[in-house]
């Protein structure tokens, strides 16, 4: 209950009625019937001030003001709209001044039938504040208080859900405003890839054409570097021989030179040997023109192979941007799945949050459905208000019409009890005077009485003493 302390004890709420075989319809109540000092704790909790007097001694007013206050408490009904309340037609009236009273107490009777009817008491009626007693009060306070804590209960819950539906709606808010951006990035994503993918896939072909090649390349390289490695082998061992041979040619020159000075010379056997010199060193010349021919293509492969290189190098490093681009491919494909299944996640924890949500609307339909419910029997009794209403009015009419009659009347009444006013003293002071008459007779009759029974009691005795006198005589005889 909102701005009022807790209550404690039993909650329930509701009654019903039970028929007993040949006995007229009782009502049963559900709530447990409270007695002196829980009442008065539990309005002192709710702030009503009750004393234990006013609890057993109960009067109109007093009933009044706590009926009001149990009013304004739990229906919200002030003491402004008890004093002054909307009814329509009320100046159709000839004199609408002589039933505001009369309004007032409907007004105040329709509010307590409607809180009655919540809390259980279908039998309340205008005799429980207009006549009150103690165990009749001592029940309705109870039916109300059960009343009061049921609401208490029901709308910290109902408060509870309204907070939590209020928290899920914005959770529910949020959750579709990042899903709504996942889902724009999500397609600017989708729509560069779909731009990107025509270039992917001619670097993904090109790619696989460069491996291609890089591969029969890589082949041709190791052949020809075994090649370049036995001709450089080959070239090493004929510069090996040249210069050898050169060294060799070098001393056969010394030794020539040597011989010669000490020989006598054959010009036809030194030309002979000078021609086979000659000879060899042709043949050498020759094969040193050879292996330097092989050698420069050897060298011009070489280049071409540096070249070859130089390009598998340009290769290598748009295979390095084209295997960069796929990483950032797949990148964005991960950052893709990965939004994919975030947005999954929020689908679920958004379906998640619309089953809670149906579920708090479920319970707000049927809190609302029984509002519905409570305000069509109020509009129910609001009809049989307005309609005992016009017939109050009737009614209201109709007394006046009889009170002016009355009034007609207690003035003829009022001249004929003047009259029989003064027969009456009349007839009490005849009255009084044939009393003091027949007093003074009986007292009268009363002496004359006393004074017969005196002389007949004189005469019973001397009968008696003369009898006893007579009887002593005889027995003498």
């Given at each position: ?25 009782q ?13 008065l ?44 309340p ?23 009777h ?92 001619e ?52 030794e ?9 010379q ?32 050897l ?69 609302e ?22 017939q ?60 017969y029974?005196k ?9 008696t ?13």
């Amino acid at each position: 209950m909102s701005g009022r302390p807790g209550l404690h004890g039993h909650n329930q709420h509701g009654g019903a009625q039970s028929y007993g075989s040949g006995a007229p319809p009782q009502v049963q109540y559900s709530f447990p019937i409270l007695n002196s000092s829980e009442i008065l704790l539990c309005m002192s909790e709710l702030q009503i001030p009750v004393s234990e007097d006013m609890l057993k001694k109960p009067n109109v007013d007093s009933v009044r003001r706590m009926f009001e206050q149990f009013l304004g408490f739990l229906l919200e009904v002030t003491p402004e709209e008890l004093s002054q309340p909307e009814l329509h037609g009320l100046e159709a009236l000839q004199y609408p001044e002589l039933h505001e009273e009369s309004v007032q107490l409907i007004a105040f009777h329709r509010s307590m039938q409607k809180l009655m009817d919540a809390s259980g008491i279908p039998d309340f009626s205008m005799r429980d504040y207009l006549y009150p007693e103690f165990q009749r009060l001592r029940r309705l306070l109870s039916g109300v208080i059960n009343f009061a804590k049921f609401r208490e209960e029901r709308l910290v819950r109902f408060q509870e859900l309204a907070v939590k539906s209020d928290g899920i709606q914005e959770r529910k808010v949020q959750l579709e405003q990042e899903n709504a951006s996942l889902k724009a990035r999500l397609e600017t994503l989708l729509r560069e890839r779909r731009a990107h993918e025509p270039e992917v896939n001619e670097l993904q072909e090109s790619i696989r054409t460069h491996i291609t090649e890089m591969s029969h390349l890589s082949s041709q390289q190791a052949v020809l570097q075994n090649e370049i490695q036995e001709l450089k082998t080959a070239v090493a061992e004929i510069s090996d021989k040249l210069a050898e041979t050169k060294l060799t040619l070098l001393n056969e020159l010394q030794e020539k030179s040597r011989l010669q000075a000490q020989i006598v010379q054959s010009p036809d056997r030194v030309r002979q040997e000078i021609e086979f010199m000659q000879e060899q060193i042709d043949e050498e010349s020759a094969n040193v023109s050879s292996v330097e021919q092989r050698s420069r293509a050897l060298e011009k492969r070489s280049e071409a192979l540096e070249q070859c290189e130089d390009e598998l190098r340009e290769l290598l490093k748009i295979m390095e941007d084209c295997e960069r681009e796929m990483e950032r491919l797949k990148n964005i494909q991960k950052e893709t799945k990965e939004q994919r299944s975030r947005i999954l996640e929020q689908e679920n924890e958004r379906h998640a949050l619309d089953l809670s949500e149906a579920h708090i609307a479920r319970q707000i339909s049927s809190i609302e459905d029984r509002v519905v419910k409570v305000q069509q029997q109020a509009r129910e009794r609001r009809t049989g208000a307005k309609t005992m209403l016009q017939q109050l009015r009737v009614d209201l009419d109709e007394a006046a019409r009889d009170k002016r009659g009355m009034a007609e009347k207690a003035e003829a009444n009022w001249q004929v009890t003047q009259e029989t006013q003064i027969k009456i003293r009349e007839l009490k002071e005849s009255h009084i005077e044939n009393v003091t008459a027949l007093t003074n007779k009986y007292h009268t009759l009363e002496q004359s009485v006393l004074r017969y029974h005196k002389q007949l009691f004189h005469a019973m005795e001397r009968a008696t003493n003369h009898q006893t006198k007579g009887q002593q005589e005889h027995q003498f005889l």
